[in-house]
């Protein structure tokens, strides 16, 4: 009786282990049209300079870093995940280093990826589009039901630096 109830609990474990194992494919399967978002992004003008940097997707999770400069000793950075989970994928931001804020995503492809957040003050949206291999445009949106962006973001690939990815 003893080895009969073993036997059928390492039949369960297995059988949850690969449950398991597929739910964590689905979740990289899930990022894997953001691709084009990994490497180094730089967005440059008289008003001041924008980097991103995004890891490649994997383990279910794509990861970014910003850093802003607008004037001489005025510095803002941000940190972010993008991250599949069975209920969807979802973008955290976290500004200066503030706790976490939730994003769901409503559109993630190989020609962008779109974030809503209605009920949040400011963004309520956030948009990355690819523009060729080279370049990209993140739009950040204070209504989710309008097409014109409270401003965007024109980013240009960049070398990144060893080590940075």
């Not at 967005?43 to 995004?54: A, K, L, M, T």
């Not at 200066?96 to 995503?105: I, R, S």
Request: glycine share 10%.
């Amino acid at each position: 009786m003893i080895s009969r109830s073993w036997g059928w609990g390492a039949a369960s474990l297995a059988l949850l282990f690969l449950a398991g194992f597929r739910s964590a494919a689905a979740q990289e399967d899930a990022l894997a049209p953001l691709r084009w978002m990994s490497g180094c992004w730089l967005d440059q003008g008289p008003d001041g300079r924008s980097e991103e940097v995004w890891t490649t997707p994997g383990g279910g999770l794509l990861l970014g870093l910003s850093r802003s400069f607008s004037e001489p000793g005025r510095t803002a950075f941000e940190y972010m995940r993008v991250e599949a989970r069975p209920e969807g994928v979802t973008l955290y931001a976290s500004p200066g280093g503030a706790p976490p804020t939730a994003f769901t995503a409503v559109m993630v492809s190989e020609v962008g990826l779109r974030v809503e957040r209605p009920d949040h003050d400011f963004p309520r949206a956030i948009e990355y589009r690819p523009v060729g291999r080279d370049s990209l445009v993140a739009h950040v949106f204070g209504a989710v039901d309008t097409d014109e962006p409270a401003f965007s973001l024109r980013f240009a690939r960049v070398p990144c630096p060893v080590g940075s990815l």
